[in-house]
């Protein structure tokens, strides 16, 4: 139990095989700093992203295209030499999809998605 509600696949906002509710809060913080470098949709590579987001700040991004998350549409850049860059497309940034960081929709339904 966390919080005094039993936690389950079903309300939980993130997911994966070594995902705990604990991490929760540390794993929110991560995706808004990751999503705070890349609201003015410049390309960042995934070194820079963890300098703000953490060691896995490539799942934040692939976080921020889950429409619990805001759904953002992100594009990428290869670089070459097995380098990515990654960017919110511009001009799809609302103030629904951006609100959608701070307070995600915890759906009905398993986490996935």
């Known amino acids: 139990m966390a919080g005094g509600r039993q936690m389950n696949q079903y ?37 820079d992203l963890r300098l703000v987001g953490g060691s896995a700040a490539d799942s934040r ?19 070459g030499n097995g380098e990515w860059h990654y960017r919110i497309k511009p001009g799809t940034i609302t103030n629904e999809k951006a609100k959608r960081v701070f307070d995600p929709i915890k759906e009905e339904g398993p986490a996935y998605g």
């Not at 509710?21 to 960042?44: G, T, Y």
């Open 11 to 47: 309300n939980m906002l993130f997911d994966g095989e070594t995902y705990s509710p604990i991490d929760e809060s540390r794993l929110k913080n991560n995706l808004q700093w990751v999503f705070f470098a890349m609201q003015h949709c410049e390309w960042h590579s995934l070194a």
């Open 61 to 79: 991004v692939r976080d921020l295209r889950k429409p619990r998350f805001g759904g953002f549409e992100i594009e990428t850049k290869n670089c």
